[in-house]
């Protein structure tokens, strides 16, 4: 048995990691108005995609990765020898990519495809490929892995703070913000994942005391592990992020504490300003590459 992890591009990992394990990244791609199509960490950086989208007057439209890309990638790791490829993809409450994935893996033959449902993305969903890694690593069986993975996902937790909800009411990636639409004055929306679906947690009155809150509300969920890790997720404004991951590993040096940040395409759904941290119901550390 020799297995191979795969992910998409929203799971954000660094490209040193993603070459040296051959995990293969299937890009999600961007459109502006104006027909400019992006493929997500290929053609387009996250700076870059912040600059237009500062300029742009409508919100971006996202594609998931085409079937074509995922059933290369399945018949690549089949040549180079792998039995079976595990495929951890964003959540499909927020995109079809996971869905794609298991009707692209119904058409290849000589090779078993286990596609996963995150229920998350970013960071949080690349640690279900860095434990994948770590079990590989280790010999484990593949019905293991997978019997892990699926206990992670569950577990796993993420909360955001947005500027306003307009991309994600317009993007129709958030549940259940009918209420609050058109009444948030500058009220400052806390969102959290509820079953793979983006929904509202909470309206604060600033930005300052809805970044206090999700921290509170991240240890609050890191403490019901015993071996959790979190995860700083910055956006735009880089000063702002750094800043808290910076507070939060000096105020809390018991705690593994990662940072990442936002790319294109959840960012488009995010707008500009948007903030998170995640919760990872695993002791994670990021895959060893050369210096």
Known sequence: MKIAVMTDSTSYIPRPI????N??????????????????????TADEFYSKLKESDTIPTTSQPAIGEMINAYEAYRDEGYTDVIVVHLSSGISGAYQTALQAAEMVEGINVHPIDS????????????????????????????????????????????????NLHKSGRITGAQAWIGNLLRMKPVLTFEDGLIVPYEKVRTKKRALKLIEEKTLELADQYEHATIVIIGGDNKEESRKV???????????????????????????????????????????????
């Open 18 to 21: 993603l070459e040296k394990y």
């Open 23 to 44: 995990i293969r990244s299937v890009p999600l791609s961007i459109t502006f108005e104006n027909g400019d199509n992006y493929r997500e960490n290929e053609t387009i």
């Open 119 to 166: 229920k998350i993305a970013c960071l949080v969903e690349g640690a279900l490929v860095f434990r994948a890694l770590e079990m590989i690593e280790q010999g484990k069986h593949i019905d293991e892995i997978l019997e892990e993975l699926e206990d992670m996902r569950q577990n796993n937790g993420a909360f955001l703070v947005v500027d306003d909800l307009k």
């Open 245 to 291: 991951y910076k507070e939060m590993t000096e105020a809390h040096t018991d705690r593994n504490i990662l940072f990442s940040e936002f790319g294109p395409v959840i960012s488009s759904h995010l707008g500009l300003g948007g903030f998170g941290i995640g919760v990872i119901s695993r002791h994670i550390e990021l895959p060893k590459v050369d210096e």
